[in-house]
Nanobody
């Protein structure tokens, strides 16, 4: 069974950069037609798709976050990463990494990691 595990700091100060890594097991992030996404859920709100990186390394970003977001990968470690710059308290959320088939079907999720933006 495919497993995804988020890792990174749980507390980030305002104006700094939030960096998270997702480690994937039982699948390769280069497997054709799978896209590896970041999704977040702020407290009391719905899920928000932030972006994804494809099996060939192409980056797809939400228009609302594009100016502050980068998604990269390390194929040697089978990991992909999220960077969100200039964070504010509104970026406080549970962050999930998710395997997505062709950016259509989300089938495997990490457990999620709480990130709080606070001074």
């Amino acid at each position: 069974q495919v497993q995804l595990q988020e890792s990174g700091p749980g507390l980030v100060k305002p104006s700094q950069t939030l960096s998270l890594t997702c480690t994937v097991s039982e699948d390769s992030i280069t497997t054709a037609y799978y896209y590896w996404s970041w999704i977040r859920q702020p407290p009391g709100k719905g899920l928000e798709w932030m972006g994804a990186i494809s099996f060939v390394g192409n980056e797809y970003l939400s228009p609302s976050l594009r100016s502050r977001t980068s998604i990269s990968r390390d194929t040697s470690k089978n990991q992909f990463s999220l960077q969100l710059r200039s964070v504010t308290p509104e970026d406080t959320a549970v962050y999930y990494c998710v395997r997505t088939w062709n950016l259509i079907r989300m089938d495997y999720w990490g457990l999620g990691t709480q990130v709080t933006v606070s001074s």
